[in-house]
C-alpha cells in the first residue's frame, strides 16, 4: 500500500519531536550563532538581538533557516568571513554576510580524496590553523586530513587512529594538534612533519578507565580556564574546577546535550548548549539559563 506524503506542518511537527542539534558555532565577535541538526539544516541566530534589552519572542527564533547537506551537519566551524560545515564526506563554506538571506549558496564545497568511495565516511571535526591558514578535518575513517584554505588542496593526511576520530585541538604556540577518538587514543601529531609523535591510551590508566562505557573519547582541550562544563546523558550542564571537583550543574531543555558553544560578548562569554531537542539554550552566567533559541 503507497504511503501519502505527510502535510507540511505534520511532517516539521514530527521533525521538530526527533531533532537533535549536533553542532553549533559563534559568528564574529559574537554577534550570530549557527546551530546544525541531524536533519542536514543549519539555522542561523542574531544574539545581538536575542540579548537585548527590548528583545521580543521573534528574535529568539532563526533569522534563516537552510538545507545545507543531505546528512546532519556534524561540526561547524567560525572564522571572521566564513561558517565552515561538514556532513558525510564534505565540507562546505557559507558567507557570514549571506545567511540570514533567501536563497544563500555555498562559497565552496571540498572533499577529501578517500580511496574508498563506496563508503563515505562522516567528518565529526573541524579546527582552524591560523599559523599556515589551513583548516584540519577528521571522521569516519580514522584520518586526520589538512587542507589548504586559500588553494582548496588537500596537503596531508595523518593515518594511525583505528576508529572515527571524534575530536581535535591545536597546541599553540606549538605547530601541534591533538586528536581523539573511539580507539581509545589520544594522539599528538607534528603538523610540520606530519607525523605522529606521541600516543596515549588514555583507557589503561587506572583512574580515566571506564570498561562499563567503553574506551572511546568524544572530546578534548590544550588549555583551559579555571572550569570544565560538561553533558552528556540527562537535562543537565556539569560544572567542574579543573581539579575535579564538582562546581554545580544547571537544569536544561534538552534530554541530553551534544554541543556547547562559546561566544564572546563585549565584557563576558555567552554559552549556548544544545542536544536531543529543537533548543538551544543560553546562559549569560553559568548559575542559570537565560532563555532558549529555537528551530522553527
Known amino acids: 500500500m503507497a504511503t501519502l506524503p ?17 553542532a553549533q558555532a559563534a559568528g564574529p565577535g559574537g554577534k550570530e550563532l549557527a546551530a546544525g541538526n541531524n536533519y542536514g539544516e543549519i539555522a542561523v541566530f542574531s544574539l545581538s ?33 566564513l561558517l565552515l560545515s561538514a556532513s558525510d564526506g564534505e565540507c562546505k563554506a557559507w558567507s557570514w ?28 571535526s573541524l579546527e582552524l590553523n591560523t599559523r ?38 591545536l597546541r599553540d604556540p606549538q605547530p601541534q594538534l591533538l586528536s581523539g577518538g573511539e580507539d581509545g587514543t589520544v594522539r599528538l601529531w ?9 600516543l596515549i591510551e588514555v583507557h589503561k590508566y587506572q583512574e580515566c578507565s571506564r570498561p562499563q562505557l567503553g574506551k572511546w573519547i568524544r572530546c578534548l582541550a590544550t588549555d583551559g580556564d579555571w572550569m570544565v562544563l560538561s553533558g552528556g546523558r540527562g537535562p543537565l550542564l556539569h560544572q567542574f574546577h579543573l581539579s575535579g571537583d564538582a562546581r554545580g550543574r544547571v ?24 542536544g536531543n531537542s529543537p533548543k538551544i539554550d543560553v546562559f549569560t552566567n553559568l548559575g542559570y539559563r537565560a532563555f532558549s533559541l529555537a528551530f522553527a
Not at 103 to 117: A, H, I, K, L, Q
Not at 145 to 156: N, P, S
Not at 251 to 274: E, F, G, K, M, N
Open 6 to 22: 505527510l502535510p507540511g506542518g505534520v511532517q516539521r511537527a514530527r521533525q521538530l519531536l526527533h531533532m537533535s542539534v549536533l
Open 49 to 81: 538581538a536575542a540579548l537585548s534589552a527590548d528583545a521580543k519572542e521573534e528574535n529568539k527564533r532563526p533569522l534563516g533557516l537552510f538545507q545545507a547537506h543531505s546528512a546532519p551537519v556534524y561540526a561547524l566551524l567560525g572564522t571572521e568571513r
Open 97 to 124: 554576510a549571506e545567511l540570514g538571506r533567501k536563497g544563500c549558496r555555498e562559497v565552496w564545497t571540498r572533499r577529501p580524496p578517500y580511496r574508498n568511495t563506496l563508503e563515505v565516511p562522516e567528518i565529526t
Open 132 to 169: 599556515d591558514h589551513s583548516l584540519v578535518l577528521a571522521g569516519g575513517d580514522g584520518t586526520i586530513w589538512v587542507m589548504d584554505l586559500e588553494t582548496g588542496t588537500f596537503t596531508a593526511a595523518l593515518s594511525g587512529h583505528t576508529a572515527v576520530v571524534h575530536c581535535l585541538a
Open 190 to 198: 607534528d603538523l610540520r612533519t606530519g607525523t605522529q609523535v606521541q
Open 251 to 274: 537544569p536544561v531543555s534538552s534530554p541530553a546535550l551534544r554541543s556547547l558553544a562559546l561566544a564572546p560578548r563585549h565584557q563576558h562569554t555567552v554559552l549556548t548548549a544544545a
